[in-house]
């Protein structure tokens, strides 16, 4: 994370990631094939660290609450968060993977905040916006602050178009 804060993402190299972690360039390699896969996998870690949903509320109450989680969790880490937009679009192999797990987190975690009887559109839909802002807030458009306001408006509305 340090050096992805001092260099940003097209500074960041795993050799002097390895550099300040102390170990050989090859001992780095051998575990990330990439800048990529090193950037996803920190993102993937950070994302398994989110607080579970609330179980308690309405359904509105409790995807607020979830895409606020979520939304601050990546805003803590800016500089992960936009080297994330790029890196988990990679086609390294290893990103496909990490790609595949954090989307079905993502999913996880929005299914959880609906609840058991959610609509599947419903689902579909908020994991298609959620992809969707992620991207806009990673090219500028608006902050990942700001994210859970837009996320929440998006909520809202497909809520209440599902009833």
């Not at 550099?19 to 990439?34: K, L, N």
């Not at 990546?74 to 390294?92: G, K, M, Q, Y």
């Not at 905040?113 to 090219?139: C, D, Y």
């Amino acid at each position: 994370m340090t050096e992805l804060r001092q260099h940003g993402y097209d500074g960041l190299t795993v050799r002097n990631v390895a550099r300040r972690a102390q170990v050989s360039p090859a001992s780095a390699y051998t575990y990330f094939a990439s800048k990529d896969h090193l950037v996803a996998e920190v993102f993937w870690r950070r994302l398994q660290r989110l607080p579970a949903p609330p179980s308690n509320g309405s359904v509105g109450e409790r995807l607020s609450c979830a895409l606020a989680n979520l939304s601050l969790l990546i805003a803590e880490e800016p500089a992960l968060a936009a080297a994330s937009t790029t890196a988990v679009l990679a086609a390294d192999p290893n990103v496909g993977r990490l790609r595949g797990r954090i989307g079905a987190a993502f999913n996880d975690y929005l299914a959880s905040a609906l609840g058991t009887n959610a609509n599947p559109a419903v689902l579909r839909t908020l994991n298609l916006a959620l992809a969707g802002a992620l991207l806009q807030a990673g090219m500028g458009y608006f902050t990942y602050s700001e994210l859970a306001d837009r996320m929440d408006e998006v909520a809202v509305l497909v809520l209440r178009g599902a009833a």
